[in-house]
């Protein structure tokens, strides 16, 4: 893997040359203390040093809403919406946010594997970039080093406010050729950044963990806290739920099919059409939500689905806190252990 | 994990797009329920198993997941029946022959009939249950010799509630039929039996080895069938179940449908018993 | 033959009516599907039945009773616009006071000369078929129960709180802002249109059904407010659904 120097004030040339590739799509301040990534219009407003984005970057590739068709009520026909295929760059991406992709790519690509969504991942490029965590982050502990370098192209990794530059794939070497590299004159080698542990267990044991959990209290305790918003599944980068409207044209001729993004922590998500609610109480929703990330594809895939951005957590308006739950659902599972122990 | 390098473009597939169909026949069955036969265009066949599903879609109203009411032995043609429940179904009710309907599917795995071959065919068949259990029956009908009895226990809330009385009919009159019809609540001009439908279950003599039950109801009825089946003692792997879910987009991805960890448009919507009893969300 | 539609206000200030005037390109297309037959904003006429009655505002005397069940009975659809009739909306705040100390405070020492009830949802008297929330409803919302009716569809029902359509938006949570809002407990279907002002959401599309009211309150007095201050937001416009 080669390693090139970069100096902070030569990233803004960097993101012009990206721009030969096509589209950047880099972090932007957003509000008064929010990020969002946004296409860039000019680089000096690229944000380099940000905890994370409002909206994981999966909204570059599975639309909060979407268009899927136009469609006639007078001729009773649509028309597919084409969804065109263009390069995109994605400037300053932190490792959990690149994981949370390849993660999305398996739940979009596998069985059925959805077109629209692959054409918008198609010729995607990825520059990383290094991150200080935050109280919310908790990556690591998922088994997401800040430094994972699997599925970019490019890292920079900063060094006492400059880059290291790595150029990981052959799309990176082509995505950099032509641009004023300069040799390393950092040491090559970053020591682990301070990251403290969130979750007491090695994320191998939690699928046991959870094997175990179905029947805690503990759910109760987090569904008497939580007020059903939604947020913690609207910012998951791992969670891909949808649901799918039909909205009329005031003159009632024609309109469009559109999904939007879904939570399964609504009152409603699980509610068919005769009344029947599947999932009707808060306890058993906050269950199902934790099941998702860190029970049901993991048993198949061997890896959480989550990636510790600590979203959920830190956009939850009542604090409501992922690894603390998780934490409450080890502890629990070791005194059960325990008293198992001493009966034998 | 699937990766994006491993799906070529030509794997990829337009997933929410329904193929237009014509419906050729409408008829209202009961106050509640519309029967349709829906032709697919160019002579395409549906290509469905009893107990698969489509999503039927409106435009301006949306999309709802439909059981197949008609047998695949059926041909170009297929058959819907429709309980007025919802938006899309509520304005379903006005479609009559002529009419274009948006039909995507079929999806889910159905009965899985190489393991039904050959045997007792036991249907247990609650409300509108009967719709994708009648696909099953006249399979089974059509081709008769392959199946040994065909035994169907069908409950109803009132006599007036009973779909498709004229096939009833015809099969109370068949000696290759063993067919068991129960009301909740009897009015003047029934005769037959009155009570739940698991209250036709002791009776029944049942040839425990080669029995498979396939059973459809509302989804209090499952946990009292499967009960009242394994006090016959018929093995948990003889009993199947087609599950009702909020099954939006057919193909996996939607989440709606999730039972625990299984999604029920995939997996199902017929379980086999073995499958779904240790998952906690499912009876 | 098109529908024949009607307007009427009870205790309101009649900014949702106003609001339908303000549709401009709209309002031809809306005259396409419907022939009003009374709305006093725009017009002077009476009929002996309507297809669909739009009723603003609440119910706060016996008169009000009377006039709501003549119009039910002369019409075959019912729909409460805006959130005083859909729930009573801020005109049910009277309604945590004794009524005759509310009657005092209006009227003075002529109180006797009025009659007066608690303020009371249109469902709370009639029959409801179909309801437009918020305060003011905003014409989307109108137009697409009016598509919906048209089309012979069930109308849109928001069961999905306000926080769903602000963070599809990618909104800054105005939590975050230092802010206390209600957007995680108030139904949606405004398009978050408030917050994305920046403005927080004072629940004028009324309360999701099986609220975590406990857990709310919670949420607003852990971002320092009052206990006290708390409630009265939640009852600003919900007065008649939160009993605390």
Sequence with gaps: MECFSLLRSDVPALINHLGDFGEVIAPHGKGDVSYSFEVVKDNSEVVLDYNRTLLPLKKMFLPPVEKLMDFSLKEVTYEKVDVAITPRVFFAVHSYEMQSILRLDHSMLSGSAESNYFKRRQSSRFVGISFKPDEFHFSDSVGIAIEDMEGFDLFLNEVDGDFQLYVITDHGQTLIDGFDRKELTTPEIVDGREFKKKIRYHYNRLPRVFQYAYHSDVWADVASQCVGCGACNLTCPTCFCFDVQDEVTVTAEDGMRQRNWDSCMLSTFAEVAGGENFREKTVNRTRHRLYRKFKYITDEEGLPWCVGCGRCTAFCPAGISLPDIVNELIQEDEKAQYHRTVRV | M????????????????????????????TEMEKWYEIEMPNGQTLGHNPGQFVEVSAFGIGEAPISISSSPSKGSKFELCIRQVGTLTNVLKNYEAGDMIGIRGPFGKGFPMEKLFGKDILV????????????????????????????????????????????????????????????????????????????????LDLKLNTTIAAITGPP??????????????????????????????????????????????????VFNYVDIKPLEEAL | MKPQVAFFDFTSCEGCQLNKLNFENDLLDILKHVDLVEFREAMDDKADHYDIAFIEGSITSPS???????????????????????????????????????????????????????????????????????????????????????LGKQPPKYGSPVCVECKLKENECLYNRGMVCLGPITRGGCDAICPSFGQFCTGCRGILDDPNIDGMLEVMTSHGISLDEAKKRMQLYNSNEVQL
């Design chain 2, 220 to 269: 209090i009825m499952y946990k009292f069938v499967v009960m009242s089946l394994k006090s016959k003692q018929l093995p948990d792997d003889q009993i199947y179940l087609s599950l009702e879910r909020r099954m939006k987009c057919g193909v996996g991805k939607c989440g709606h449908c999730q039972i625990n960890g299984v999604y029920c448009c995939q997996d199902g919507p």
């Design chain 2, 2 to 29: 699937k990766r994006l390098e491993d799906v070529k473009h030509h794997e990829t597939e337009d997933l929410y797009y329904p193929t237009m169909c014509k419906v050729t026949g409408a008829k209202q069955i």
């Design chain 3, 64 to 150: 009000c009773v009377e006039r709501i069940h003549d119009i039910r009975r002369r019409s075959d659809v019912l729909v409460a616009l805006g959130s005083c009739a859909v729930n009573g909306g801020v005109n049910a705040m009277k309604n945590m006071h004794p009524i005759d100390e509310v009657r005092e405070t209006v009227y003075g020492e002529d109180k006797y000369l009025f009659a007066t009830l608690p303020a009371m949802a249109v469902s709370s008297v009639v029959k409801v078929d179909y309801e437009v929330r918020g305060c003011p409803m905003t014409q989307q919302d109108f137009l697409k129960l009016l598509i919906a009716l048209v």
């Design chain 2, 124 to 203: 247990v068949a609650g409300g509108i249950g009967l719709v994708p259990l009648r696909s099953l029956i006249n399979y089974v009908l059509d081709n008769r010799k392959d199946f040994g009895r065909l035994i169907i226990l069908y409950g109803a809330k009132t006599p007036s509630e009973l779909l498709f009385r004229d096939e009833l009919e015809e099969w109370k009159n068949r000696d290759d039929v063993e067919l068991h019809v129960t009301v909740d609540q009897a009015d003047e001009t029934w005769e037959g039996n009155t009570g739940v439908i698991t209250t036709l279950i002791p009776s």
